[in-house]
């Protein structure tokens, strides 16, 4: 599916250090869940979004909150962890 979701350009307008650290959470997410989190967030509707993924439009809005959830209970990576 092209560039991954945490390789956007370090020089996005919206870069702030709270986006990097979204971005590199993302990353840890499997690539679906990802880029369904990333596409809502830029305002796809979940036809958009289910055409993105391959997916039935009914099965967006559970994997938008399956993918919050595994988010949210991801470990915070330590500082120093090789990767970047």
Sequence with gaps: MGRGVAER???????????RDERD??????EAYALALVLHGEG?????????????VKSVAPMLTLAR??????????EGDGEG
Excluded at 25 to 30: I, T, V
Excluded at 44 to 56: C, K, S, T, V
């Design 25 to 30: 959470e993302l990353g840890d997410l499997p």
């Design 44 to 56: 796809l509707d979940e036809a958009a979004i289910a055409h993105a993924l391959q997916i039935e």
């Design 69 to 78: 959830a595994k988010l949210a209970n991801l470990e915070p990576r330590p």
């Design 9 to 19: 350009d370090e020089h996005d307008e919206r870069g702030g250090s709270d986006e």
